[in-house]
């Protein structure tokens, strides 16, 4: 893994939800980091409803986040709804955490 998606990682590990005290990427929201030569990065992510209070928000703060990132040209955020969010796709620290 390069260090540039290692410090984006890092970023995105800083946002929580609000209603889970888990950061969105132990979670499992964050589905796909992709840089370019360019160093533009491509994200996919999704939420854990398509209900979600925070979907026109939290989509938008990874992506600030993201370009505040040392190196970051540009940020494609790509919110996707497929295949669902489910809790298996939480890391095992996040489970932990909630005791699942």
């Known amino acids: 893994m390069s ?3 290692k410090k984006i990682i890092l970023e ?42 925070v ?3 939290l989509p938008n703060s990874v992506k600030e986040r993201v370009l505040k990132v040392d190196g970051v040209s540009d940020v ?3 919110l996707v709804w497929d295949p669902p969010w489910d809790k298996d796709k939480m890391s095992e620290a996040a489970k932990l955490e909630l005791n699942l």
């Open 3 to 5: 260090d540039l998606k």
């Open 76 to 78: 494609d955020l790509n």
């Open 12 to 53: 995105i590990k800083k946002i929580y939800d609000p209603e889970i005290p888990v950061n969105i990427y132990e979670l499992g929201l964050i589905y796909n980091i992709g840089i370019d030569e360019k160093n533009k990065v491509n994200i996919d992510m999704t939420l854990t409803s398509p209900n979600c209070p």
């Open 55 to 57: 979907a026109e928000s």
